[in-house]
């Protein structure tokens, strides 16, 4: 009863296979594996990745076409966002959490959104954490920091 091993196969030398195979994106010349080239699509790893996180960016809900990625006013300097927070007695605008007490310079954030628009008026200050809450719900956010900073102006 003889025993079919790949070593008697024409495309295998000392058990391995001799085909090689490469990723099939434009441009990627990396070789990937026979099982990879047939069930995974046929791309590298790097390849795969790189679909993968901009598909998971792209398709998130908080994606805004990329404006995060847009350059800050060049008036967006140290001088204005210790202005911003000595106006706000460094204490964040939305829990109350002082600097001292976060250990770090509050954040200064910008209302509407925009960096290009640094006027007094559409800055705030908040700490990282209240900071990164506001990433969601924008129109509430903006509705909510534009009558705060109507009390602060009082």
């Not at 790097?46 to 995060?68: A, F, Q, R, V, Y």
């Not at 106006?87 to 600097?99: A, V």
């Not at 007094?120 to 924008?138: A, D, P, V, Y």
Request: proline share 1%; aromatic share 10%; with cysteine.
């Amino acid at each position: 009863m003889g025993k079919y091993t790949a070593q008697k196969h024409s495309s295998y030398i000392d058990g391995r296979c001799s085909k090689v195979y490469y990723c099939k994106e434009e441009g990627c010349n990396n070789s990937i594996k026979y099982n990879t080239a047939l069930y995974g699509g046929g791309r590298c790893r790097k390849c795969t990745d790189k679909i993968h996180s901009k598909l998971m960016i792209e398709n998130n809900p908080n994606w805004k076409g990329g404006i995060s990625f847009e350059p800050y006013s060049l008036n967006w300097t140290k001088e204005l966002k210790e202005q911003i927070r000595k106006r706000d007695n460094h204490i964040c605008q939305l829990c109350d959490k002082t600097q001292r007490g976060n250990n770090r310079a509050l954040d200064v954030h910008h209302i509407d959104y925009n960096k290009k628009n640094c006027s007094e008026e559409n800055l705030i200050s908040l700490c990282s954490s209240c900071h990164t809450k506001t990433n969601n719900n924008r129109d509430y956010w903006m509705n909510y920091f534009n009558k705060k900073v109507l009390q602060l102006a009082i």
